[in-house]
């Protein structure tokens, strides 16, 4: 979604020496930062980041955070940092919380493609030293620890091709597990955790056929199927999945700017378009209008930059 600057406009000095004066004098121009940052690809946005350290010999990410402050510093710092890097220190910050959102982590370990969520395990152990699937089976418990640590385990074949045989068996040991009396969770974790999208895919499908009903509806209460309901639903229909996320980051009673900020700095240089359009057609009102309705200042300036909006 954001503007590539042709080899002729671009430049990662100046842009650096921009970023630097920004920060300058008595206060900080927060609006001189938003329009390089916001409209710089990834590449760019690298190639920056190594002038201004090679300039300043300062991490432009540290200049950031000491310039910047709140929901605006930590979209633009996400922003910056390289994909693998973020996710890293988006699951981390999670993991670090007392009530953690694991919708963080099912989305980086169910939607990320197999060679992404390898790279975002390899950042989080340079980072932290630890692995990923170690600190989030210290932060889970029971059911809930084998469903979350199952599938960022995973690597998944990544391909178009599925057995149906395979996802008729499996619909029919899901509707079993799930629904049956005597729950396991042991199957539930094996299929969902080792099967490719587009099996997986196929098995919902076909569930749905044999039963009438997807597979969630129905589901118990508690966090474990809250869970369980998040994993099949980033799976099935990653791009409805967003958009639901972006309508409760706007629509409740209190913003929750974390979830925006995640959605679109994420989505950005990848789906961000399709799921702009699902937005619109279940919600009558674009993305861009709800983001410039409910927020005011900089930050909603950052955000409609890489939403596009102030490039129409």
């Known amino acids: 979604m954001t503007t590539i600057i042709s080899p002729k406009q671009f430049s990662p000095v100046e842009d650096a020496e921009n970023i ?36 300043y010999h300062q991490d432009l990410l540290q200049q950031l955070k000491c310039e910047l402050s709140g929901n ?10 390289d994909p693998a890097d973020r996710d890293a220190v988006l699951a981390n910050e999670t993991l ?22 390898l790279a975002v395990k390899r950042a ?9 699937e170690e600190d989030l089976a210290s932060s889970t418990t029971a059911d809930i620890r ?16 599925f057995d149906e045989t395979v996802a008729q068996s499996e619909a029919s040991t899901l ?45 118990p209460g508690g966090d474990y199927f809250s869970t369980l309901r998040t994993v099949i639903r980033c799976i099935r229909d990653p791009k409805k999945y ?7 980051a706007i629509n409740m009673e209190e913003t929750n ?14 789906d961000l378009k399709d799921i702009k359009e699902l937005y619109l057609k279940r919600n009558n009102i674009s993305v861009d209008e709800a983001v410039a309705r409910e927020w005011p200042g900089d930050y909603k300036t950052f955000i409609l930059a890489l939403l596009g909006a102030d490039q129409n």
Do not use: M
């Open 175 to 219: 509707h079993q597990e799930i629904h049956g009396k005597a729950f396991n969770n042991e199957e539930v974790v094996r299929i969902l955790s080792t099967r490719s999208q587009a099996q997986l895919n196929a098995t919902f499908n076909i569930y749905k056929d044999i039963y009438g009903h997807s597979i969630t509806k129905g589901f």
């Open 146 to 161: 084998k469903l979350l640590v199952g599938v960022t385990s995973a690597y998944r074949y990544d391909g178009d091709e």
């Open 242 to 248: 967003f958009a639901k996320v972006l309508r409760s």
């Open 72 to 81: 605006l510093e930590r979209a633009i710092s996400l922003w910056t940092l």
């Open 257 to 270: 700017e974390d979830a925006l900020s995640r959605v679109i700095v994420t989505r950005a240089e990848k």
């Open 96 to 117: 670090q919380k007392s009530d953690p959102d694991y919708r963080v982590i099912i989305e980086i370990a169910c939607i990320r493609s197999p060679e992404d969520l």
């Open 20 to 55: 630097r004066k920004a920060c300058q004098g008595w206060g900080t121009d927060e609006k001189a930062i938003i329009s390089i940052l916001g409209h710089r690809n990834l590449f760019q946005r690298k190639l920056v980041r190594l002038a201004f350290q090679e300039i």
């Open 124 to 132: 989080y152990k340079f980072r932290y030293k630890h692995s990923l």
